[in-house]
């Protein structure tokens, strides 16, 4: 026996759990080869008596690897025990420490067992042998009750005791082996530089230094804290108690993006970042007085939600307002589009044959009080094909004199009329028919319609301001075939483009054209494409819109026995050459399905809404909503009813708009007059 030794250290060498001087165990019941624990002694007793029976060094005072982290206004160190030898991690390096050898010898890296081995590893070679006895005696002896957190106060090599963690407050992760210690050190994120704090083992340090909480405060606010994916956010980092300098840091939890700024005066800073992906984010980060000195954490949570698609077929999502007097009269034709930013519609009066224009107050409107009306023109016999759009940052709007054959454009003179007086309205084309609509192309006005004869007739303003006569514009024929209908015009990629139903020989089909320019010369510029010819009455209530990729997207019906709601999409933005993609939404035998189409693109995935009956609709209004950006067919669409009409029904046009938060708003016609209805995503 080791006579280097005291005689109760011998009762240890077998199994942790045996207490000083008690009975040596049955090693055959342990599971530890008893030639191997022989082996193990002499090797340790050998060891001792080359050291003189001590050994030769101790744990005391040697620094831990640390890693550090604020959580809050607080501090938390880590790190694993570096008691070498300790293998029982009893906190003192003894005979008791070659049971973990025996139970573990011969268990590598490589095996399934290792991460409850690893801790009998003592020289670090990825293998549990008879080498790791020698941790043992050069460490003999060697105890830790305590570990000691010094923090670097001044950032100069200033470091004093701000934490004392005692060794019962190591822990062992599940499936570990490896002992474990954090220590809090109260405020002391205000370091804010984890170099700055160090551990050791260690009497208790007694007095500990306090860190001081600052005098001056940093909050960080972000708006919204959730929302659909791609989620848009603004932030907030506001100062107080000092005026600074500060600086800014920030990690937007994302693993790409980060924010550095700074407040030369202590005003606030602000920021803004696109989160791409569906999941919950932590913005982290800290504000550093680099004036008064002191680091504050900041923190805040983003949850990005993976949009399902049904809510917005649910009906208690919507919520409606009546924009004009409770009768049929009000609405029957209209457009909408977004200027400056808020919502804004023009329609027909049709028991006086009057165009008005009505406009939000607010980029949101809630209530009937955030609009404003008023006449456009108060002419007779007014009304047909309307369009509306924004040009130099006032709204230009296109109807017809019913009677006559005529087109108008009136352009008003701000962003908010409110009388006719407040519109300069010309002819752009005396020979222009009907069907007219119009677009801001890169700056400019361009406007397609049926002139003379039926045919497809393309003019863009030249010059400067806006236009107010014939003579501004540059016309010419965009197509040849019989006859025309549904015309859509929109600025895609910068540069004109159309969609159409062209009739020709008993056939009607689906057309799409873009210009190879923002400025085409002529239709030799012109790329066109027939989308859908899948039957003899293609292309019906046709609405062109582009999706959050600026790729053109179409909806639209096709009309046989069987009444289709189609929808088409473009692979490139370039796709009057380009593949297109016709997909059926919905169909139905003898309706009116799809009349008076409206079309969006809500979170790159397509919104229409429609009437399922026509006149007199008594399904109300309907949307489909895609579940995914490039539906392949019905499936991949949620229906449902958010205005069932009921004591009234819903009749004639309908239109979707996006408005600048993201979400869709729709105006549509009932028998109590013209409705706006918008879209509340749920929590």
């Known amino acids: 026996m080791l006579r280097l030794v005291p005689a109760a250290v011998v009762a240890l060498l077998l199994l942790v759990s045996c207490v000083a001087g008690g009975p040596k165990p049955d090693t055959a019941s342990t599971g530890i080869d008893p030639q ?9 007793e050998a060891q001792l008596a080359a050291q003189g ?10 620094l831990v690897t640390c890693d550090c982290t604020f959580d809050g206004a607080d501090a938390t160190v880590r790190w694993l025990y570096n008691n070498t030898g300790d293998y029982d991690r009893n906190s003192e390096v003894n005979a008791s420490d070659l049971v973990p050898i025996a139970v573990n010898f011969g268990v590598n890296s490589a095996d399934t067992r290792w991460p409850l081995a690893e801790v009998a590893d003592g020289d670090g070679n990825g293998e549990v042998n008879i080498a790791d006895i020698t941790p043992i005696g050069i460490n003999f002896a060697s105890t830790v009750n305590n570990y000691v957190i010094e923090a670097d106060i001044s950032g100069s090599g200033d470091w004093q005791p701000v934490a004392n963690v005692p060794f019962s407050a190591g822990a062992v992760p599940s499936g570990g082996s490896l002992l474990n210690f954090q220590g809090t050190v109260p405020n002391g994120a205000m370091i804010g530089d984890e170099e700055r704090f160090r551990a050791f083992a260690g009497p208790p340090a007694d007095p500990l230094y306090e860190i001081q909480p600052p005098s001056w405060t940093a909050t960080l606010s972000v708006t919204p804290l959730s ?3 791609p989620l848009a956010i603004n932030g907030l980092v506001e100062f107080d108690g000092s005026t600074g300098p500060y600086t800014v840091d920030l990690d937007y939890g994302d693993g790409v993006g980060e924010y550095f700024g700074n407040s030369p005066d202590g005003s606030a800073v602000n920021f803004s970042y696109f989160y791409q992906d569906p999941g919950t984010y932590t913005i982290t980060g800290s504000a550093t007085n680099t004036g008064e000195g002191g680091v504050q954490p900041l923190s805040k949570q983003v949850q990005v939600l993976e949009y399902a698609g049904d809510p917005a077929v649910n009906p208690s999502n919507w919520t409606e307002i009546l924009l004009s007097p409770a009768n049929e009269n009000w609405g029957k034709h209209h457009a909408v589009a977004l200027i400056d930013l808020k919502p804004a519609i023009v329609y027909t009066r049709d028991d006086r044959d009057e165009i008005y224009f009505t406009y939000a107050t607010k980029n949101m409107p809630t209530v009937p009080a955030d609009w404003v009306s008023g006449v456009v023109d108060d002419a007779d016999n007014l009304g047909g094909t309307l369009s509306l759009c924004e040009i130099k940052g006032v709204p230009a709007v296109s109807y017809e004199d019913t009677t006559m054959q005529d087109v108008f454009v009136a352009i008003a003179d701000s962003a908010t009329p409110t009388s006719a007086g407040d519109w300069a309205i010309h002819r752009p084309d005396t020979s222009a028919i009907d069907k007219m609509h119009l677009a801001n192309v890169a700056g400019n006005l361009h406007l397609v319609y049926r002139g003379l004869g039926g045919k497809l007739m393309y003019a863009k303003h030249i010059g400067a301001g806006v236009p107010d006569d014939p003579t501004d514009y540059d016309f010419y024929e965009l197509d040849t075939g019989e006859q025309y209908d549904y015309l859509q015009l929109a600025s895609v990629d910068n540069r004109p483009a159309v969609a159409y139903q062209r009739k020709d020989g008993g056939f009607n089909e689906l057309v799409y054209g873009q210009a190879g320019s923002s400025d085409p010369p ?11 010819d899948e039957n003899t009455n293609s292309g019906n209530w046709v609405r062109l819109g582009k999706n959050e990729l600026g790729h053109p997207v179409i909806a639209y019906t096709n009309v046989d026995i069987v009444h289709f709601l189609k929808f088409a999409y473009a692979d490139t933005a370039d ?14 035998e003898q309706t009116h399905l799809g009349n008076w189409l409206g079309l969006g693109s809500y979170n790159n995935k397509p919104l229409m809404t429609y009437i399922e009956t026509g006149s007199g609709g008594a399904d109300g209004l309907q949307v489909a909503y895609g579940t995914a950006a490039e539906p392949a067919g019905p499936a991949d669409f949620d229906r449902g009813t958010i205005d069932p ?12 708009l996006i408005l600048s938060n993201g979400d869709p708003a729709v105006f549509y016609r009932t028998s109590v007059g013209l409705k706006y209805m918008y879209y509340t995503p749920p929590d």
């Not at 002529?522 to 859908?532: G, M």
């Open 227 to 229: 929302g659909y994916a």
């Open 36 to 44: 191997l624990m022989s082996e193990l002694e002499a090797r340790l």
């Open 53 to 62: 029976g001590k050994g030769l060094s101790d744990v005391t005072g040697k």
């Open 522 to 532: 002529s239709v030799t510029e012109w790329d066109f494409i027939v989308v859908d």
């Open 575 to 588: 796709a009057g050459g380009g593949l297109w993609t016709p997909v059926t939404v919905y169909y139905q």
């Open 645 to 656: 009409g009921g004591t009234y029904f819903v009749n004639e046009e309908t239109n979707v």
